[in-house]
């Protein structure tokens, strides 16, 4: 860039442009560094996403190696393994247990495993999670986290992105933390999942999943580490402000998960598997394959009430 500007900058209320380095705390203030004895740990940035070699999930996890893979979830908030290729829905199953139990998803096609859904894309059927979201966050107690599992990847593309909500929170201007502080906002399938449905489709589904709730800024509930919690295709307005402050603020808001200093990106193979924290991250699914296939299955984790 030319350093020579002599014309008077423009009155901005807000930069354009984000200079410098950003706040990238990997853990919560003050938290203790976990001693790994059993896992093999490769950063893949500074704050967010690991590789771990040595271990095969499909056998049985101790619960001392249990410990350390919940651990580094917490640390690295997405984790890989690579080669898992007797990684089998059953021992997804196995591994999504480390956390909790597998929760459906209530939108797309079940597998042929109870819990494990079935995301398969080819010339006929496009990707609908190419957008920056948390799973679930439209239900009342969001998932905690998911286990994604590849099965067939095209031969280029077909990356996941993730983003670290609790930088992105860290990042925030003073004035907009205090602005965001206390507010609530409205999380819905209806504006997404909802828009490709008819309207019976719509009644049916809304019976069992009305509108809810979350903080703008909840707290993670095992690291209590505050986290930016709005997304683009689920969160639908802030609670007590007019709809165009609503929209501009949510506007605002839902564009931090696209800060790259936040991301990390994972290139798929067979037998890869990824575990993620949904709470403490965004993700967002690359459709640049098309017409190749990309078969993945994914099991979500039932989460708790956010607060
Ligand atoms: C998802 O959005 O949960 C799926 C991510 C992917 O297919 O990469």
């Known amino acids: 860039m030319d350093s020579a500007v002599t014309a ?6 807000k930069p354009l ?7 990238l705390d990997r853990m919560a203030p003050g938290a203790a560094q976990p001693d ?9 940035t500074p704050h967010i996403g690991a590789e771990i070699d040595g271990v095969d999930l499909s056998r049985p996890i101790g619960e001392d190696l249990a410990e350390e893979i919940r651990q580094a979830l917490l640390e690295w908030k997405v984790l890989f393994f690579r080669g898992q290729d007797a990684f089998d829905p059953q021992s997804q199953l196995a591994f ?9 998803n209530p939108f797309f096609p079940k597998g042929d495993t109870a819990g494990v859904t079935r995301l398969a894309k080819d010339a006929m059927v496009m990707g609908t999670e190419n957008i920056w979201h948390s799973d679930h966050s439209f239900m009342a107690a969001p998932a905690l986290g998911s286990v994604l599992r590849a099965i067939e990847v095209p031969s280029a593309g077909g990356d996941t992105m993730w ?3 609790a930088a992105a929170y860290d990042n925030l201007t003073d004035a907009m933390k205090d602005r965001i502080e206390g507010l609530t906002a409205v999380h819905d399938w ?4 909802g828009a490709l449905m008819n309207e019976s489709q719509r009644a049916a589904h809304r019976e069992n999943l009305p509108a809810v709730e979350h903080p703008v800024v909840v707290r993670h509930p095992r690291t209590g580490r505050k986290v930016l919690y709005v997304n683009e295709p689920f969160t639908t307005r802030i609670v007590g402000l007019s709809d165009p402050e609503s929209r501009e603020l949510l506007d605002e808001l839902v564009l931090q ?3 790259p200093e936040y991301q990390v990106r994972f290139r798929w193979q067979p037998g890869s598997v990824a575990v993620w924290d949904n709470i403490a991250t965004q993700h967002y699914a690359i459709s640049d394959y098309f017409p ?3 078969v993945m299955e994914r099991i979500a984790i039932a989460g708790v009430p956010l607060s």
């Open 8 to 13: 008077p900058a423009p009155a901005l209320d």
């Open 17 to 23: 442009m984000h200079y410098g380095k950003r706040t």
């Open 36 to 44: 790994y004895r059993l896992l093999d740990v490769r950063p893949l």
């Open 96 to 104: 999504a247990g480390l956390w909790g139990e597998p929760e459906e």
């Open 163 to 165: 983003a670290d909500m």
């Open 190 to 193: 209806v504006v997404s999942h």
């Open 257 to 259: 998960a696209r800060i």
């Open 292 to 294: 190749q296939r990309r």
